[in-house]
């Protein structure tokens, strides 16, 4: 089969990973798809169910492995970890999935060095920092999802209340994928004008972003479809080198008087990870709330035991 080798690896063949795989073999991300699970049954039955989809789609390689497998491949998507229940915060999940991702980084770390890593599993801004932390990867190489997610929700219930399209509407989101999540009311614009809401609304809109997840998960047990959107949305970034500005959670030493700590922040995002971030101006508020989130990352991350 031709191909120009664009290879992704995904680590985690659980419903976040297998959503990103689809998501990714319908719009024909790479040439290449490869999963892996610690479950190798699991992948391998997930692999075959996808490949009875190939006659239906662009020419495609899909085959699952082990860490082994992964070597080559231009992105490594890690999505594997425990499942935050509909009352659990994203932090408490910290200590299970951290050994989860060590174990996973210590694997990687001899087959994928040349990857571009991006991290999904949750509290993704703190397993992004420990990945570059355990991988000893320039920090470039290694992208958390952040708060792409969150703002696409806002982007979402924006969209619904003004009655346009959401992608009529840019909504930067810094900060932490989660409570500590910085709006950048400042900076929304709808079909290029600024957003014109009294502060009331906008705080009650912003309160129904940040219950969002935990409202799905009540109804259906887990998210999965917006993230893996999100997910493929970056790695086409990546493999196509588009230098987008994007609000991923990077290494953020230096910016806003931040210190070393992994969190969403306007970055342009390219074949080799982090091109640069964009330091843009905030108001008093977005800065204190861009403060307050780097302190609670700082702070459960000192709450990690290790064996």
């Known amino acids: ?7 992704v690896a995904i680590v985690g063949a659980g419903q976040v990973g297998m959503a990103c795989a689809l998501v990714m073999a ?12 610690v479950d190798h049954l699991r992948a391998e039955g997930e692999t075959w169910d996808l ?6 789609l662009e020419p495609l390689q899909i085959r699952y492995g082990g860490y082994e497998a992964a070597a080559a491949a231009q992105v490594v998507v890690i999505t594997a970890g425990a499942r935050r229940g509909p009352d659990e915060s994203r932090l408490v999940l910290l200590q299970k999935n951290a050994a989860i991702v060590r174990s996973i980084v210590e694997a990687l770390a001899t087959v994928c060095r040349e990857a571009i890593w991006v991290v999904v599993t949750n509290p993704v801004d703190v ?11 320039p920090p470039a190489r290694v992208i958390g999802t952040g708060t792409l997610l969150d703002m696409a929700r806002l982007q979402v219930l924006l969209a619904q209340k003004l009655g346009v399209a959401a ?6 989101v810094l900060g932490e994928h989660g409570d500590q999540a910085v709006p950048l009311w400042s900076r929304v ?6 957003l014109d809401m009294e502060p009331a609304e906008r705080e009650q809109l912003w309160q129904q972003v940040l219950r969002a997840g935990q409202e799905v998960i009540r109804r259906k047990g887990n998210t999965c479809y917006g993230i893996a959107l999100a997910v493929d949305d970056l790695v086409a970034t990546i493999l196509g080198d588009h230098a987008r500005v994007m609000p991923v959670s990077c290494w953020a030493q230096g910016y806003y008087g931040l210190g070393d700590v992994y969190l969403s922040l ?3 995002v390219g074949r080799q990870g982090v091109n640069r971030v964009l330091p843009v101006p905030l108001d008093e508020t977005e800065y204190a709330g861009l403060q307050r989130a780097a302190q609670v990352l700082v702070q459960v991350r000192k709450e990690i035991t290790y064996s």
């Not at 089969?1 to 290879?7: C, I, Q, S």
């Not at 490949?51 to 239906?56: A, D, R």
């Not at 990945?131 to 000893?136: E, G, I, L, T």
Request: glycine share 8%.
């Open 127 to 137: 397993m992004a920092y420990l990945a570059w932390q355990w991988s000893k990867l």
């Open 266 to 268: 306007l970055t342009v």
């Open 1 to 7: 089969m031709p191909t120009d080798g664009r290879k």
């Open 167 to 172: 992608s009529s509407i840019q909504a930067p």
């Open 51 to 56: 490949q009875h989809g190939l006659p239906f």
């Open 189 to 194: 614009t709808v079909g290029g004008l600024p």
């Open 26 to 37: 319908v719009r024909r991300r790479a040439d290449e798809l490869v999963l892996v699970d």
